[in-house]
């Protein structure tokens, strides 16, 4: 308490003590008033212009000082005899907790603590939740292939039908399993690791599609070589001849799906492969195996120590930022791009973001387009740009895709470099958004946006991918082939192979699980959490500061009625009990102002303030007890007395006359034989009822003398007194 003392006098500019200058006046002036043996009109008078005048000294003083006073008083003094008040503690408790629920409602609004917390996930540190998700994805992941079986092979090959026709046959499906083998962590912020993404059959969910299905497809083999060496010399182009005759060789063969997706034999592959090993190092030729060929891959990921949302995307490739295939950042950059694992994180609706496989060979944007929900997670949806395989035709700087000078039409990529020399371009699948060139040699495509179109749902704070569907399909992008046998009908022809979906359908139970906790409860929480401790402050904080106000400082506090309240009758004359309603009085900032009348009643009224219950015993708590008890009908009360007591005398008086005269009659017939003494006897049992009863309330000595108002004998509460002075009376009478 001392301290807070300190504190409120530096607040308010002064020091506080327990008497002030003017308290002290108005102490000795109360003290010199108790002090007086009797009291008259005039006396009161001049009590009551001397307390009103300290009511009207004091009004400019306690405008500051008497609330200083009473806040101190109240708060730390105490309110009843043997008990503390407790009601300023448990403001004191209340206010503290909303200040407390304030503070955390600002920490929650300006740190975020879920921030803190997801990032730290989010890194990628060895042992850590999210990298080992990372490591090895729990997703299952799939490749979905769809081949284009020729169905008028032979139609074609003697020249009968002018386009090929082909047929949509499928899905062929591989579960791909999705892992990084982790090298080491390096000290700029990045991990060395080397992707890996075996491929196993799943036949249940091929549609009743087998490996061994028997169909007509290109030999892209033979396609590839008369595509190479139609640009060689004379010589070159003769040796090719000879060997296709040799061998027999056809531009289109029967085999089964498995051979054309995972590789076949081939005379023509083992011819190149003994004689070109450069160019050519593997003896089976097949497109999804060429394609999830990974060896000598390596790559370097962001762990997010220095920047969290870039969090598991590439920073290099085989040991670059640039693919060597293109020239220019625009063609050949991969630094922050994503194999799909992972996607960046914080992004919003209007932000691109960057993707990388190697079987697309080239970085690509993709631009959000609608937003939405899958597998329980808010999510955007996004799609490759418009005009993403064009070739410089409508966007100017996609001409670096354009390889040695040679553009192919819009919706085809050169992939070349990708695929060991063969000339393999990709498109979207049965070419959609393509030149419609393309259709020119071909017929059974069906573009369709639905069937055919890519999409990624990527949850935007997390960078987590919640539903992927990559499509992309491998053609031949055949030159002037017509130099060489058996070929010279798909001369300048693009020529459908098979299209891919890279296809996950959702998350796992356990995953989708985690990141609803993450992703959706725990944000949704911190938020609530926030707007509580706000809301709860504001009461807390609101509700004390109305209670110290209304109920504390100012309780009962009226500046404009201060009134000096005197009720002589009440307080002094019969000394009866306080009203129950003075107990209020007590609890007020002004108490009423008690004048005593004489000394007996001086003597009372200190005997009743040491009984009385102390409250606060201050002098300002004295101060307010003065100027509440003094009235504005204080003197009217005064004469009112005065009158009532003077016709009270004059009716005893005339009593006590009456009463002579019957009382003289006893003696008269009193006789000198003695018989007073028994006529007395008689006279004493008979009149001992009445006596009793008349001197009920008053008893006067008749001396002989005229009356006298000083000869009046209040009653007391006394019975042995009353008794004795009423026996006194009778043998003085007698």
Known sequence: MKDLVQIWNKVAGGQYSTVNLAERELRELTNNRLKKSDFDASTFEENFSECEGLNHKFNDDFDFTDRKDAIINRLFERRKKGQVARQPKCLFILLMLGFFALGTACFILFLHPYDFFFRQKVVLEDGGEIFEMWRKPEIKLYCRVYLFNITNAEEYMSGKDSKVKVQEIGPYVYQEGLEHEVLRFNDNGTLSAIPKHPLTWVEELSEGNKEDDIVYLPHIALLSIANVVSKQSFMTRFGLNRLISLTDSQPLVKMTAREFMMGYESELMTLGNTFMPGWIYFDKLGLIDRMYDFNGDYETVFTGTDDVTISGLIDTYRGSTDLPQWQGKHCSNVQYASDGTKFKSGINMNESILFYRKSLCRPAALVPVEEGVRNGLKGYKYTFADHMLDNGKVIEE???????????????????????????????????????????????????????????????????????????????????????????????????????????????????????????????????????????????????????????????????????????????????????????????????????????????????????????????????ELSTKLSDKVQDSVVSVKITLKDELTQVKNAINIRKNSLLSPEADKSDSGEDNDNYKDYKAVNQTDSDEDFKYLEVIDDGSEFDESTVIFPTNDRRRDSKLKSELYLHIV
């Open 398 to 624: 996609n001409k670096c895709f354009c390889r040695e000078g040679i553009c192919l039409p819009e919706g085809l990529v050169d992939v070349t470099d990708c695929y060991y020399g063969f000339p393999i371009a990709l498109s979207y699948p049965h070419f959609y958004k393509g030149d419609d060139i393309l259709f020119g040699k071909v017929e059974g495509l069906t573009p369709n946006k639905e069937q055919h179109e890519t999409r990624f749902w990527v949850q935007p704070y997390s960078g987590l991918p919640l539903d992927v569907s990559t499509k992309f399909q491998i053609n031949l992008a055949l030159g002037d082939i017509s130099a060489i046998n058996n070929v010279e009908r798909f001369s300048n022809m693009y020529l459908p192979l098979l299209w891919f979906d890279i296809r996950m359908y959702s998350l796992t139970p356990s995953l989708e699980s985690r990141f609803k906790l993450y992703l959706n409860i725990l944000p949704v929480v911190e938020k609530c959490t926030m707007y509580i401790c706000f809301v709860v402050a504001a009461f807390l904080i609101l509700m004390t500061t109305y209670i110290l106000t209304f109920k504390i400082m100012f309780r009962t506090y009226n500046g404009r009625n201060r009134k000096c309240n005197f009720n002589f009758k009440t307080e002094f004359l019969f000394d009866q009990e306080r009203p129950k309603s003075r107990k209020n009085d007590n609890d007020s900032v002004y108490a009423p102002c008690e004048i005593p009348l004489n000394d007996s009643e001086s003597e009372n009224f200190e005997e009743k303030e040491e009984k009385r219950p102390s409250i606060i015993k201050t002098h300002s708590e004295k101060i307010k």
